[in-house]
């Protein structure tokens, strides 16, 4: 019986660019980061060799290839839209990515479920103009590895309902290093024992990654197995205040370099909010320089009230930018910033289950002539 949903957008942020550029869809189309790394691209462009990771040379790159540099204020707002569409299809939802998110099925109707499924890709499609697909499975691992092996045209897959050989063609082309739940370095040193894909891990006798002190990875296999190991994490924080902070190496002392970075920490504490099922009404944004290598020296934290209880990315973010334009001196080399999301609470209504009603609406980011209401 599958007990986890993992509802996923292929190529995220390729996606939302096309969802304002239509004419760009079938175009090869990379997105590029600050660093000049590709971090998404378009089926096309994967199809003349470039990947993700890859750094990007423009010099050298073909003419029809289009790039564009990472729009992380897009991304929040469109990932934003797209959690909250998913909280109407249940309340244990955990939300740890953009492109991605758990659902617990187990108040999902017993019967057709197929059409439950479909009806969660309709609404996304519609609300958010984003094509999504859906992996089902007992455990969240094998639902997020049926997410990951859907072929172009399918829009979701079962792993309860695969056959023995079939399961294990989907493990064999799923490698450790595309499963987030095994990190970097465990995966080197797995590969460098011939572990090199998930059934590979499936096969590997526990006891010995238990030896090996890969915990996480055993976690992983059992997972794999058909056994939950990790559930979802909808627990409601405790404390009163969310942090978030980053080093800079080397220290920044341009405005524009350094409101990025802090855009990100915003962008990861409205993720979390989100996760969380929780809501801000304060904000504090902090900047300091070195203590001993750089003179002059400054340390410097403003405060703002939202106003109301939030969680909106855009809100958010429109407050971080008001506060670092406040703080922000000339002359200054900055090595440390953060924020603060202060006086934490729980909604008291966080989604529930669509209706008809709700269904024929469209809060999508762009309206099509066809849905707007005409009077004859």
């Not at 506060?323 to 000339?330: A, C, E, I, T």
């Not at 910033?337 to 762009?366: C, F, N, Q, Y």
Request: glycine fraction near 4%; include cysteine.
């Amino acid at each position: 019986m599958d007990a986890f949903a993992y509802v996923y957008v292929p190529r995220f942020a390729v996606a939302c660019e096309s969802l304002f550029r239509p004419k760009l869809a079938q175009v090869p189309m990379v997105i590029v980061d600050k660093d000049q790394q590709i971090f998404s691209c378009s089926a096309a462009a994967s199809a003349l060799g470039f990947e993700v990771g890859q750094r990007w040379e423009a010099e050298q790159a073909p003419k029809e290839v289009v790039a564009f540099g990472s729009n992380e204020a897009l991304y929040t707002d469109i990932a934003s839209r797209f959690i909250d569409t998913l909280s109407a299809f249940g309340t244990q939802l955990e939300a740890g990515t953009q492109e991605g998110a758990f659902l617990a099925t187990n108040t999902w109707p017993k019967r057709n479920r197929q059409r439950h499924v479909q009806q969660i890709v309709a609404t996304v499609q519609r609300w958010v103009g984003l094509s999504a697909v859906v992996g089902l499975g007992a455990t969240k691992t094998l639902a997020y590895v049926a997410s990951q092996t859907l072929k172009t045209g399918e829009s979701h897959m079962s792993m309860s309902e695969l056959s023995e050989p079939m399961l294990r063609r989907v493990l064999l082309t799923m490698p450790l290093s595309h499963m987030p739940q095994i990190g970097q370095q465990d995966c080197v040193a797995l590969q460098q024992c011939g572990i090199e894909n998930a059934w590979d891990l499936v096969c590997t006798p526990h006891d010995w990654l238990v030896k090996k002190q890969l915990l996480q990875v055993a976690d992983v296999q059992q997972e794999l197995q058909g056994h939950a190991r990790v559930s979802l994490s909808h627990e409601s924080l405790q404390h009163r205040t969310l942090t978030y902070t980053q080093l800079f190496k080397p220290a920044i002392d341009n405005e524009a370099d350094l409101l990025d970075p802090i855009l990100r920490l915003a962008h990861k504490a409205a993720m979390r909010l989100h996760k969380e099922r929780l809501c801000a009404s304060g904000l504090r944004v902090f900047l300091t320089t070195a203590n001993f290598r750089f003179k002059p020296r400054r340390s410097r934290t403003g405060c703002l009230d939202l106003k109301q209880q939030t969680s909106d990315p855009l809100v958010i973010h429109a407050a971080v930018r008001k506060l670092v334009d406040s703080l922000y001196q000339k002359h200054y080399r900055y090595q440390k910033a953060g924020i603060v999301l202060t006086h934490l609470s729980v909604p008291e209504k966080w989604g529930s289950s669509p209706s008809d009603a709700m269904l024929s609406l469209s809060p999508r980011v762009t309206t099509r002539w066809s849905e707007i209401p005409t009077i004859s």
